[in-house]
């Protein structure tokens, strides 16, 4: 089991396996992706060594994000050698969703269990502003397509102030009837969008007032659930959560490990730097790995420094994946 000195375990890896992007969302690539130079990201043959390794270790559960994931023609091939690792009984993606309505039955067949989609307006003139994509409409549909296919689907919402602060109302009806959870989650700062970040930034605690105020009330989670608080209300098919990484105590429940694109170990979202551990997975030996990993876990520490405008190595998230 990965547990570090702080007691916390880590049974949670999330994968980046891309850092491009082709939406240009304001808060995270407002310049859409930039290539400077060209990317050896991680081959299905090393994810193979990583996720075996980590689950080796106690991960049950493989998020891959990006980027966008589904910008790589072989997702699936990597989709099925998580599904297939023995002890991984939940494989998860986080995507923009632009190639949802076409290729959910892909990634169902390859053993996808569980989705988050990014959707930071239901109006297709603030969705379009924000991403820079007129795709609301087939990721709506796609959305519908998962839930069909018995996809649980959570949907992913960056709160900013500027664009849709005043937009909870029109998220809840959507909740009313819509069998999902919507995660709202705070802006965090990056490395490159301070400005951004001082302008748009929303605390979480006003709206966890306001739900609580209208009937709706906190889940209980175990603390290895991870960081989200999440929110239940009898008359809504739908549930709510919060990320709040600004607010107290918010890296005592951590339980994940990020890997990025290019084969680092990231020890928190906003660590100074990412660590290296391809050439382990290049020598396909697992075992190397775990004894790296455990060693590398010991330089983790209690929480992040956001709160101070600490963030580490982290231009923005499309770098390791949120
Ligand atoms: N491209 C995929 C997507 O957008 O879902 C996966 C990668 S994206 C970096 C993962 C999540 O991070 C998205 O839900 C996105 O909204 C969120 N995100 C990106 N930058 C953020 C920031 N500065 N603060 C809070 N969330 C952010
Ligand atoms: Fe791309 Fe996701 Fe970043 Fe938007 S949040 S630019 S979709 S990586």
């Not at 702080?6 to 939406?23: A, E, K, M, P, Q």
């Not at 990597?78 to 969703?97: D, K, Q």
């Not at 397509?145 to 900013?160: E, F, R």
């Amino acid at each position: 089991m990965l547990e570090d000195k702080y007691g916390r375990r880590f049974h949670y890896l999330r994968l980046s396996i891309t850092d491009v992007c082709n939406f240009s969302c304001d808060y995270c690539l407002p310049d859409g992706y930039q290539c400077d130079n060209d990317r050896d990201f991680l081959k299905v043959s090393e994810i193979k060594t990583l996720v075996s390794g980590f689950a080796k270790l106690g991960t049950g559960k493989v998020r891959i994000t990006g980027g966008e994931p589904a910008l790589r023609k072989d997702l699936c091939d990597i989709l099925r050698v998580c599904t297939s690792t023995p002890g991984i009984n939940h494989v998860a993606m986080t995507t923009n969703g632009f190639k949802l309505e076409s290729d959910i039955q892909d990634w169902v067949d390859a053993g996808l269990n569980s989705l988050n989609i990014s959707i930071d307006s239901l109006d297709p003139r603030m969705f379009a502003s924000i991403t820079g994509h007129n795709k609301l409409e087939s990721i709506l549909r796609g959305i519908n397509k998962a839930l069909a296919l018995g996809i649980p689907v959570k949907v992913n919402a960056v709160l900013m102030k500027q664009y849709n602060e005043k937009e909870l109302d029109a998220f809840l009806t959507w909740l009313k009837s819509t069998p999902i959870t919507l995660r709202l989650i705070e802006l965090m700062q990056t490395g490159d969008n301070i400005d951004f970040f001082n302008q748009n930034h929303v605390s979480g605690s006003a709206i966890k007032e306001k739900l609580q105020n209208s009937g709706w009330s906190q889940l209980i989670r175990d603390k290895s659930s991870g960081p989200a608080q999440e929110f239940y209300h009898p008359d809504f098919e739908g549930r709510m959560g919060l990320i709040m990484p600004y607010s107290k105590d918010f890296c005592a429940s951590c339980n994940r490990l990020r890997i990025s694109s290019l084969g680092k170990l990231h020890l928190c979202l906003f660590a100074d730097q990412g660590l290296d551990i391809r050439p382990t997975l290049q020598n396909e030996n697992d075992q190397a790995l775990q004894q790296q990993l455990q060693a590398l876990l010991g330089d983790k520490e209690a929480t992040h420094w956001l709160q101070d405008g600490l963030t580490g190595a982290t231009k923005h998230l499309a770098m390791i994946g949120g």
